[in-house]
């Protein structure tokens, strides 16, 4: 189930940001270095699309857009580590692809993390360039897709 997340549940929400990016085995030192972009708070859960999903009573992953028509950014697409693989990921970036375009985007646009490109491409996602990252000098694949 995919759902309107809740204010109170950002603390949980950051807990999977976190525990999906150290699944990559990322150094600590980086994950730190990313720690506020990790972050989600309740202030932003208030006023941006949050969607959670839901597998078993659990949270399973999220996603966040934020930006106007016509291209829209997913912030945060982020799946528990157990869930990975079961499809949790590909029903959330369906969910934020129906999301985005009731708003009017056209395009969806996102910075990937590296290991997470395969997916997006899967998704139907594009090329589109890079997007500089931390920590210095490291670069993210910018994706487009067509909405």
Known sequence: MIRRALPAEAPALTRIAHAAKRHWRYPEDWIALWRDALTVTPWFVERAPVYCAEAGG???????LIGRAPTTDLEHCWVRPAYIGRGIGARLVAHAAKTARAAG???LRIASDPFAEGFYRRM???PAGTVPSTPRGRTLPL?????
């Open 124 to 126: 139907g996602a594009r």
């Open 143 to 147: 994706l487009l897709l067509k909405l």
């Open 58 to 64: 659990a949270l399973a992953g999220f996603y966040a």
């Open 105 to 107: 985007a056209t395009t």
